[in-house]
């Protein structure tokens, strides 16, 4: 029996890194936004097995972009729950991809939250909602973002998530069809430690996208310029043609402008065709 899911890509409207960790990742707080841009998550189970002979688990997309093994995100997610679980069932994934590859727009950690949150249901595992966010965080930084589903606030590494409330907004994301690896992006940053995690004060509410405008930050993206500057182009060009606010989302190498409506979005989509690919989308 074949199940499909829906794998949702996210933005980041703030995103201040506090220090470097000893196990290479980075302390930050961010504000995410989940966006109605998916991948098409296609999943097909194999029988019980007994001798595991055909206890495989198969990874392909449409575009040929995404790596075998556990370079993989849903390859290594599936492979974790096998082994906690004792699972011995072989699982084909097909994967429609819609969200880019290294544009800080979350697609591989979103697949894996998807997919861990699918064949739990689909095998019938029961587990507390802590375990699960503790299980994603050891897959990808990213994932307790997805697994919790929707707007929050993140801390840590990414796997101390608490809620905020945002106003539906419109995106227009515009991806230079450029890939930014996140540990080289990272890896550049220059980080000068200013604020502590209890000095960054965000409210857990805001009523509209002017407030949302107001705390765009990415303490990232001078070091995206660096590695790729048609980014900054692409920010310059949105805020002039009239988004309430523009930003590169995570580690780029995405720009996304925030408008009001569908009709603002669009209208500004067919001005910036020659920058790269486009998408548009909104909160879900």
Known sequence: MEHIVLSPAKVNLFLKVLSKRDDGYHNLVSVADL????DVIHIEEGEDVEDGKDDRIIVKDDRGLLPDGEDNTIYKAILFLKKRYKVKRGVRVYVEKNIPIGSGLGGPSSNAATILRELLRIWGLSI???ELMSLGSKIG???PLFLYG???IMRGIGDRISPVELPSLWYLIVYPNVVL???????S???VLTNRENDIKLRGKFDTAYDVA???ENDLEKAGILMCPTIKTIK???VELGSIGALMSGSGSSVFGIFESDEQARGVSVLLNDMGSIFIAHSI
């Open 35 to 38: 966006i109605s841009l998916y």
């Open 128 to 130: 507390g909602h802590e």
């Open 141 to 143: 930084a990213d994932v």
């Open 150 to 152: 929707k707007s929050c």
């Open 181 to 187: 690896k996140a540990k080289e992006v990272y890896g």
């Open 189 to 191: 940053l220059k980080i």
């Open 214 to 216: 107001g705390i765009l």
């Open 236 to 238: 310059d060009r949105l």
